[in-house]
C-alpha cells in the first residue's frame, strides 16, 4: 500500500487545522489601534499553535521518508494523530483569551500531551512494522526528545492550578526544543543520499 | 482517465469535511473547568463523526487501490458520496446538544444512511465498469458488512422516535465494526504482492 | 510548465469551497423535527449548489486532461475562475432563506454567470496556447453548451425581478444540462487510448 | 528531501486561506439589492487580498520550479511565509468594513510586508543552499521588484495615519505591479526548454 495517499491526506488535515485556527482571531468591531489589544494575548497563542502544528508537519514529513509500508494498522494510527491535532484550533480559542486561567491552559496541555502520544504510537507501530535494524528504528532511536516533551506536558498540567503561567512557559520550551527539526531522521537519510 | 485526481479532489473534501466539524465545538465563555462541562456530549459526537468520515476515508483509500479505470459516471456517484459526507458537521453539530432527543438522532442516522447508501452505489458502479472476475468485484464481493451496516441504520432511524439512545448505540456498534479496515481488499492485495 | 500544481491548487481551492458551503447550513436551535424546516430550502440551495461546484471540477478535470502547456496567462485565468467559485457560498448563503427574493435570485444567477465566462476565458487562452489543430481545440469546438448557459444565466437575471422563481428553475435546468460530463473531451480522448 | 510535499503543503494551506476569507463575506440580513451595499467595500478588500494572495501562490509556483533541494530550513522558511499568509483573512476582515481608517489601513499593509519579508526570507535561503550559480540565483538575481514592494508597504504603512487611502492606493498599486506573473524565472526555464 502506498504511502502518497497517507501523506496527501494528512497534508490536508493539517493545512485546514492550521489555517481555521485563525477563524478563532475575530477582528475587532471597533477601527483604531487600541482596539487590537485584546487581540495580542490571542495573536501568540496562535503563534504558538501554528508553531506545534507545524513542528508535527515537519517531523511527520521527515518520519514518512523513512517508511517504506503502511498497513491498516498505521492508516488509524495515522488518523488517532490527526483527531488530537483538529482540537487544537478549539484548546487555541480557549486558550486565547485566557492566558493566564488554569483551566484553559491545562486543557492547552492536554491536547497537546494526547497529540505527543499520538505521534510516539504512530512512531512505535511503524518501527515494529519495519524491525529493529530498519531506518527508521535507527531514525526513531530512544527518542529521548519525545519523551521529555510528554514528560513536560504533564508537569505543566499538573502545575497549571497553581502557576498556570509556568505551563505556558513550559508549553513555550518544548516548541522552541522541537523548533530545530529532527536532525536524527537527516543523519540517517543523508548518508544514504551520499552512498 | 487517471484516477489520481479523483482522489486527491476526495482527499481534499474529506480533510475539510472532518476538520471543520471541530468548529462546532466551541469554546466555552467562562475558564473554569466546569465551563467544559456542555462540551463533553458534542466531543463525543464530533469523536464518532470523526471515526465515521475516517472510516470511509480508509474504505475508499482500500477501494481506489484495486480501481483501474474511472469514467464521467464514477466521477458523479463519487461527488454523490462527498455530498452526503459533506452533510455529517451539520447532522453532527445538531446531534452534539441534542444527545438524546430523537428528531437529531433520527437525522444523524439518515446522514449515515444516505452516506452508506452512496458508498454502495459507487462500490457497485465501479465493480460494473471492471466486470466480475476483476480484483475490484472479488473485494467487494457480497458486502456483507456494507448491506449490514444500512439495515442497522434503518432500525436506528426507526428506533429513534421510541428510544433515541438505543440508535446512538447502534451507531457507535457500526462504527466499532468497520473500525476494523476492509480485509477482503486487502487480503486481494496481499497475494499480489507476494506473486 | 507542469499542469499537476495548477490541478492541485484548483483541487484544493474548490474542495474548501464545496465543504464550507455547508457551514452556513446552521443546525437548528429546536431539538424537534419541525424545527428542520426552514433548513430545507437552504439544503436544496447547498444542493443546487454542491451540484454547479462539482460540474466546474468534473469539466476542469476532463479539460485539464487535453492540456499540455500551462503558462502564466493560464495560471491567472484559472485563478479568476476559482474567484468566481469562491463567491458561490456567499451567494448560496444569501438565496438560502430567500429563495423567492428577486436580489438574492439576481446575485446568485450574477456569479453563475461570471463563473461562467470566467471558464470560457480560460477555455479560449487554451485554445489559443495550443493551436486551432489541436486536441484541446477539437474537444472545446464551438462551445454551445457554454454559451448557452451564459445566454440562460443573462435571462435568469433579467427575469429575476419579475419572476424570480422562473430564474431559479432555469437555474436549474442549466445544472441538469451540464449534469451530463463533458462527451465532447471524453470523444477526443477515446479514439486515443485505442489507437 | 523531496520538494512535492513541500508544494503540496503550501497549496493546501494557500487554497484554505484564499477561500476562507470569503466566510467574512457575510450575506446580508435583508433581500433587497440595497442591502448588498454595505458589502461592496468587503468585496473590493476580498478582491485585492485574492489577487495578493494568488500572485504568492504564482510565485511560489515559478520558485518551486527552480528549487532543487528542500532542507529543514527551507521548511521553516516556508512555515513563516505561511504563517504571515493566514493572517491575510483576519487583516482583510478588519479592513473590509474600515476601509478609510488609519488603523485598519496600517494593519493590513504590516501584514503584506510581513508576507513580502518572509517571502524574501525563503528566496534567500534557497539561494544559500544552491550557490551564486544556480538557476535558482540568476532567476532571483537582485530581486528589484520584491525590494521595491517591500519600500512601498512601509511608505503606505507611514502614510496611513494621515491619508489612509493613499496607502491602499499603493497595496492597489504593489498588486498591479505584481500581477504580472515573474518573467525573471520565465526566461530561466525558457531556454532550457529550448537547449
Redesign the interface.
Known sequence: ?SRG?????S??????????M???????AG???H??RPLVPKLLVY?LS?VFV?IY??NH?HL??VVERV??LT??AN?HL??WL??T???A??LGP?LG????V??YGVVLLGTGIAYGILTRILVAAHGPDSRIAMAVGRDAKGNLSLVTYVVAIAVAPVVPWLSVGLYVAVALVW???DRRI?HV?TPRSDS
Do not use: C, K, Y
Request: aromatic residues 12%.
Open positions: 500500500m495517499r497517507l501523506e496527501a491526506f497534508d490536508g488535515v493539517i493545512a485546514v487545522v492550521i489555517t481555521i485563525v477563524l478563532s482571531l475575530h477582528p475587532p477601527s483604531s489601534l482596539d487590537l503563534l501554528f507545524a508537519w515537519v514529513h514518512m521518508q498497513n491498516g492508516l488509524w488518523a490527526l483527531f483538529s482540537l484550533p478549539v484548546a480559542a480557549w485566557h486561567d488554569s483551566a484553559p491545562a486543557t523548533f530545530i527539526p537527516e537519510l
